[in-house]
């Protein structure tokens, strides 16, 4: 006899998928899909009855063809360039090193990468945009150019600022890659751009992690255990990439 608790708890996720479905809800309904045949094929396997088990096949077969048909769909608009994530931070919050953010946009096909930062000056800023390009040396992607935009330091911070970044040039250059360097007064917006057509806009640049308390505190040489200030992150896909 199926688990009657069992039971309820798939027809409950499978309603409530079928109601994110209409709801034009993709995502979240394909979830709830997934849940849902899980629990039933479980009911199923359960259920000695054979006309019942030929019913909860019967319907583990719809609701399968329903739940392929969203996953196509998502991957044709992923594909498409229509799709369109946001990222919502919260303050403190940790498990959002460069890697968590950008790998999954990170394939064979990426040559060439654009970041618009105009706080790439003190110490901490240019220590993370030097994590961000180890991040591109370590792959999968191909990266052969990096062009970085930024603002330009003032005072001591520019000696610091230049002498840095020329040794990231000469560290990447030593890995096959060439990072370009610009300045602007003007530069305000912050994203970041591949040429496989993946932009990521973040609201606070790379420039989203805390302060560690101390050099040995945890978090410190791991960004996934570093607490965040609270930002937003937008990904999307445009058909070209502008370069700088």
Same mark, same amino acid.
């Given at each position: 006899?199926?688990?009657? /608790? ?36 479980? =009911? ?11 019913h ?13 048909q969203? +996953?196509?769909? %998502? ?5 498409? $360039?229509?799709?369109? +994530? ?5 303050? %403190?919050?940790? $498990? ?5 953010? #950008? ?6 096909? =990426?040559?060439? =990468? ?13 220590? %993370? *945009?030097?994590? *961000?390009?180890?991040?591109?040396? +370590?792959?999968?992607c191909? =990266? ?7 603002? !330009?330091?003032? $005072? ?17 250059? %030593?890995? /096959? ?5 610009y #300045? ?20 606070? /640049?790379?420039?989203? #992690? ?10 410190? !040489?791991? *960004? ?9 992150v937008?990904? *999307?896909?445009?058909?070209?990439? +502008?370069?700088?």
């Amino acid at each position: 006899m199926a688990d009657t /608790g069992l039971e309820a708890a798939a027809t409950a996720a499978l309603r409530r998928a079928v109601e994110l479905d209409a709801g034009l809800r993709f995502q979240e309904a394909l979830v709830c899909y997934q849940e849902g045949i899980d629990l039933l094929m479980q =009911v199923m396997k359960a259920t000695k009855d054979e006309t019942k088990k030929n019913h909860y096949r019967q319907k583990i077969m719809e609701y399968m063809d329903r739940a392929e048909q969203i +996953k196509k769909r %998502n991957d044709k608009e992923k594909e498409d $360039g229509k799709c369109h +994530k946001q990222i919502k931070i919260e303050e %403190n919050a940790t $498990g959002f090193s460069y890697e968590k953010l #950008f790998q999954e946009y990170l394939n064979e096909t =990426v040559t060439e =990468v654009w970041v618009e930062d105009p706080y790439i000056r003190r110490v901490h800023q240019l220590y %993370n *945009f030097l994590r *961000f390009c180890e991040m591109l040396v +370590k792959g999968p992607c191909k =990266v052969k150019t990096i062009h970085l935009l930024t603002s !330009c330091g003032e $005072g001591s911070e520019k000696s610091q600022q230049t002498s840095a970044l020329e040794q990231i040039q000469q560290s990447v250059k %030593n890995r /096959g890659i060439k990072l370009d360097v610009y #300045f602007s007064t003007s530069i305000h917006d912050r994203e970041i751009r591949f040429n496989n057509g993946w932009m990521i806009k973040i609201g606070r /640049g790379l420039d989203y #992690f805390k302060k560690p308390q101390g050099q040995f505190s945890i978090g410190y !040489c791991d *960004f996934d255990l570093r607490p965040c200030h609270e930002t937003t992150v937008d990904i *999307f896909h445009t058909n070209h990439t +502008k370069k700088i």
